[in-house]
């Protein structure tokens, strides 16, 4: 008698589904399944992140991942064309609140690439350009933010305090990066290219990744790497926590801007330093 065939190898989503089919109590031990098929090698690493991402989301609110009041880049309503572009190609965003008398008073939102337009349009006016504003208050959820963004289309948000002040601005990228970790853009470095390149402002842009033994020979500073072995790291260490996007941060002498980041890690700086690379050639 010929034996019989072996049977057939269960697919990812039938082991995956019979680990969960001890249904989990709460959301530890959702958590703690999740781990341990990610130990069985059922999901990979980012799988997991996603998943745990997805469910941090539903209890994170606006105000935790918010661009502050203070670090908001603004264009103000009276601004001529030779006014707003130099800032629209120095903050290279592709969104800014237009704002009358003070950040409180947000009139609009401009998108960068409608400035294309004034090429052919002789009496530019900034307010033809407007964009609605879309407020929210800075309790609302990740995930009803995110699903909003979705339905209306909008990229971005301006977050309101409880007395109806502006309290910061947020956009779906940073929702996403919550979830999904880092984005990058057009604007992040490819990951080929050295750790320090000069930014078109005259400062230098710095992945937080590079060695502290590099940036000092890079910028003839003396930073100490006994306790931590990059930028970022010093960093965290000196705030004791991660810095938020725009947030700027002095250490020594030299000041360091926030370009990238999420709640997790830092990804991007922007170095303002008294001495320039080109003095240790």
Known sequence: MDPSPSSPKPTLLERLSSLLLREPEDREQLLALLH?????????????????????????????????????????????????????????????????????D??????????????????????????????????????????????????????????????????????????VGEIEDEYDFDETVDNIQLDQSGRYRVKAQTEIASFNHAFGTTFPDDDFDTVGGMLLHHLGRVPKRNEVVEVGHVRFQVLRADSRRLYTLLVDTPRTIGDTE
Do not use: C, Y
């Open 106 to 179: 947000v009139l609009g939102i401009l998108l960068a690439k409608d400035l294309l337009r004034s090429i052919i349009e002789r009496d530019f006016s900034l307010r033809n350009w407007l964009r609605p504003a879309v407020f929210i208050p800075e309790s609302k959820r990740l995930n009803v933010l995110l699903r909003e963004f979705r339905v209306s289309r909008n990229h971005m948000a301006i977050v309101v305090d409880e007395f109806g002040g502006v309290a910061g601005l947020v956009t779906i990228e940073d929702v996403l990066e919550q979830i």
């Open 36 to 104: 341990s098929a990610f130990e069985r090698d059922l999901l990979d690493a980012d799988a997991l992140t996603i998943i745990e991402g997805a469910m941090a989301a539903s209890e994170t609110s606006v105000r935790d991942v918010m661009v502050p009041r203070a670090q908001m880049d603004v264009i103000d309503i009276d601004s001529s064309l030779d006014q707003l572009i130099p800032t629209v190609i120095e903050t290279a965003h592709s969104r800014f609140p237009v704002v009358g008398e003070s950040k409180d």
